[in-house]
Structure formats: structure tokens, C-alpha cells
């Protein structure tokens, strides 16, 4: 038990002398354990607690509810998205290369408050799952599902520790803006069979999803050929997680829109909240709703932006 807490007491010590001292003392920032606590409650809650509490209930409708979350995950995202640009991007940043700003000028504190409330984004993320538990879709909550949503912010958290701006920013500048698109799409998708005849752009929302990644792999590893005052473990952390999730995308986008003669498989990258009551032929010439990989929604379902 003394090498245990001498251990924590260590780490401890570690955050806050590498840490940004500007992010130091935000909510949630001084140590990773409260992220990592919120993160296997939301996983023990998902797998385990909600399906025991929803056991002998009647599944919640949430039709509205979920018109409601969309709509404010739009004006989120756009938000994140509006401080990325000013924060930098806009007219301050360098596609090529872009140090962190360590400084306390007001367009670097911009966006470091922006990559705070990016990081609390993974949080409200969450409620896609949760969702699912109360309208006993279990079988949408499924492994993969859960770890992406649970990983993802104890990811966002060490940049925000170490890294609150420069280069890696681009990851959440595109994913922000697919975002916009993404949570619209969901949201319309929700209003129900009248509004959701006329999203036939959703192929190319997976496929926005897909250029999202390759712009992200070419920004991130183009600092390995270049010289550039930026850590190299943040580089491969951010490439590797774009090469992930586009060899996800792909194989759901390959599952989904180029063997249509097929039955659809699972999609096997996370999704996130959907309304669909058009029911379309499922195993064995049975029928149900709509839904891959566990969200619901017409005839296909479009993965999460990460």
C-alpha cells in the first residue's frame, strides 16, 4: 500500500510539472483519475447497471428527447468549431507546422478553453448510449461502441494536460465541423418517416467522415519529415488514431453502400443517437427496425465522427 500511494503521489507530481500550467487547475485537469473514474462508470452503467434497471420495464419513448440532444450537439459543435478558427486557425495557425503557444496572450488562451470544452464534449457523448439502455436497443451498445465512447476522453485528456493548441488541433477543427453535419443528419433523421425521406445524403456524410481521417493522417504525419517544435509521441498518437478509425469507416462504408444485394452486417465502428420506425427485411426474410451496430435509423446507420 506505501509503494501504491507513493506511486500515485509520484504521478501526481509528474502532472504537475509537465502539465500546462494554464489547463493545472481546470475542472477535471489536475489528474487523470477522475476521467478514468467517469469512464469505467459510464462502461459499468452501459454493460451492466442500466440493462439490469431497464430489465422489467417497458422501453422509454424519446422521440422528442432525441430531436432535443441532436439539436443541441449542433449548436456545440458549431460553437467548438467557431472557437477552433478564432483560436488560431483562421488566420493564426500554420498548416505546416504549429507549435503549442505556452503563453498567455488571448487568441492562445482561446484556444486552450476551446480544447477544455472539446475534451467535455466526450462526455456529453455519452448520452448516445445511454439512450439506447433506456429504449432497450442492448444490442446497439455493443463493445466497440462502448470503448470508443469511453476511451475518447481519457485520449482528449492528455492533450488537453500537455498539449492545449498547435498542431493536433486539426483534429478537432475537422471533427467539429463533421459534427455539425453528423448531428444535423441525426437529428432530421429523428423527426420521422416525412423528414427523413429527403436525407438521401447520408452516403456522403460516411464519405466526409473517411476525408476527415486522410486529412488528419497527412496533417499529423507530415511533422515526421519536417522540423517542427512539436512532440512526436502527440503525432503518432493523433496519426495513429486517424488510421484507425479510417480503416473502420471503410470497412462500414463497404459494408453499407457497395454490397447492397447483401444483408448488412453490424457496422463495426461506433455510432451515435438515431430515430427509425420504417422497418426494412432482416434475417431470414424477418422484419425490424432499422438499425446497425445499434442505433436506429432508416435502412443504414452513419458512424460517429470520433
Known sequence: ??????????????????????????????????????????????????????????????????????FLQVLFSVWLFYESLMGGWLKHYSFRCQPVDYTDNPIANRMVHACWWYYFSKFTEFFDTFFFVLRKKFDHVSTLHVIHHGVMPMSVWFGVKFTPGGHSTFFGLLNTFVHILMYSYYMLAAMGPQVRKYLWWKKYLTALQMAQFVGIMVHAFQLLFIDCDY????VWWIGMHAVMFFFLFKDFYNQSYSKPKRVRSKSPVPVTTQLADEPEPYKNGTVRNGFSNGHPRARTVLPAGN
Open 1 to 70: 500500500m506505501a509503494l501504491i500511494l507513493q506511486y500515485v503521489n509520484d504521478m501526481q507530481l509528474f502532472w504537475d510539472k509537465y502539465g500546462d500550467p494554464r489547463t493545472n487547475p481546470w475542472f477535471l485537469m489536475s489528474s487523470p483519475l477522475p476521467t478514468l473514474i467517469i469512464c469505467l462508470s459510464y462502461v459499468y452503467l452501459v454493460k451492466v447497471l442500466g440493462p439490469r434497471f431497464m430489465e422489467n420495464r417497458k422501453p422509454y419513448e424519446l422521440k422528442n428527447v432525441l430531436i432535443i440532444y441532436n
Open 231 to 234: 512532440p512526436r509521441a502527440f
